[in-house]
Structure formats: C-alpha cells, structure tokens
C-alpha cells in the first residue's frame, strides 16, 4: 500500500486537486481546543506524507507524526526534519508517552479493511491520550453512503509534471469495498503507469462509536468533515 512510486506524487495530485492542508489543520486545532483548552502535544497517526502535521506543527507546542509506508514516511522526514515522526502500525503501536491530542485523517481507518483491526486501532490511540485528551478520526464512507461502482478521474500538472490518477470502487459485500486506482506520471524524461487495489472496511457509524466507547472515550459524529464522510470526535474519560 501506498508504495514509493505513489508517495513521490502524492502530494502533487492532492494539491493541484484544491486540497486545503493548512486550513483543515486550522479546524481541526479548533476542534481540539473546544473539548481540551490546554492541548500541546499532537500525534497524527497514519500521517502519510506529512501535510496535515506540517500545518498542525503551528498550532500545537509538540507534534509528531507515524506511518506504516516507508514511502510515505520518507518524503515526511525530508520535508519535516525537526519532527519527530515514527515508524509503526496503528493497531499495534506503543511510544512510551501520552499525547493531549491524536489526529487520524483522511480515512486511513478504513484501509485496516476488518472490525477487529479497526477497533485495535482505535484502542492504541485512545490508550496514548491523556485523561480528557482529544481522538480525531476521519472515517472512510459508511455503508449506506458508499456509492458502489464510482468511477472518478483527473489530470493535474506542476513544475512539468503531469499525473492522471483514475479509479473506480465497489462493493464487495455489507463491510467490505474495492477501491482500485490507476496512475500515469509523465515528464520530459518518462511515462509511467503504477495502480493500487485497495480492500476498504465499510465500518457504519455504530461500529465506530463503539470502538470509541471500548477504547474509554465520549464521542460525537460531525457532519461532512474535510473530505466529506465527517468526523468522529472522542474525549478519554479516564
């Protein structure tokens, strides 16, 4: 998943395509701050290339980041050198320390495919806050809001690069969705073609508020959120 060939150009398909890092990351701090005034430390999880926490880095005293893709990893550590930024898988991860606030975003939750690795996940994270700490999860879509056999494309082009990225998802049963994604990447020099397929949980709204209520927080749906399928807000109340 998310291999190096896609980490080089992930950054200039989601930029060019009108993504707001920095004012997402603004809402976010907003967010956070509403349930825990004081927050100032930060760990986004699945932090991809780093874009969300370069922006995060502004509003919070600590932040740091981890990432299971080496790919993805590496294009954040060039870019974020003074950060602290971790090697690890969110089902299992264990840093030692408690942060104020947890950031898990643009559906990273939904890759972990399976219920159980979701509620594994959900559990690390809540167990590295700290009592009234913050749990941001944005979801991948519910099952009633998934649209079986979407097909979407689109070109951009920055500093003589042109990447077309198209896809197509559906669905495979009640809790699981195929996204499969197609790259072409091409400079003066080369034209390359790579794709992806992904197996995506397709986890309702109940089965994330109890993997937040297991993990020991209080948690909210918002509606749409940045990407659109909203956000799940929890405080740790233990």
Do not use: N
């Not at 967010?31 to 502004?58: M, Q």
């Not at 749990?135 to 690069?161: H, N, Q, T």
């Not at 993990?215 to 909210?220: K, L, R, T």
């Amino acid at each position: 998943m998310f291999d190096h060939q896609l980490a080089e150009v992930y950054d200039l398909v989601y930029r060019r395509r009108g993504k707001d890092y920095r004012a997402e990351a603004a809402e976010l701090a907003a967010a956070i701050r509403a349930r825990r005034p004081g927050a100032a430390s930060l760990l986004d999880v699945a932090c991809g290339t780093g874009e969300h926490l370069a922006h995060l880095a502004e509003h919070f005293t600590e932040a740091e980041g981890l990432e299971l893709s080496r790919g993805m990893l590496g294009v954040a550590r060039a870019k974020l050198p003074h950060l602290t930024l971790h090697a690890a898988d969110m089902c299992t991860f264990d840093l030692g320390r408690r942060f104020d606030a947890i950031t898990c975003m643009f559906s990273s939750i939904g890759y972990l495919a399976e219920r159980d690795r979701m509620h594994a996940a959900v559990a690390r994270m809540a167990a590295h806050l700290t009592p009234g700490g913050v749990l941001v999860i944005e979801p991948w879509w519910s099952p009633e809001r998934f649209i079986d056999k979407y097909v979407s494309g689109e070109a951009v082009s920055d500093a003589g690069v042109t990447v077309t990225r198209v896809s197509r998802t559906r669905r495979l049963d009640d809790a699981h969705a195929e996204m499969e994604v197609h790259f072409v990447v091409a400079d003066s020099a080369r034209i390359e073609h790579f794709s992806e397929t992904h197996v995506l949980g397709l986890f309702s709204r109940a089965e994330h508020m109890a993997a937040f209520a297991d993990a020991g927080c209080d948690a909210e749906f918002v509606e749409e959120g940045p990407s659109g399928p909203g956000l799940y807000v929890g405080v740790r109340t233990g």
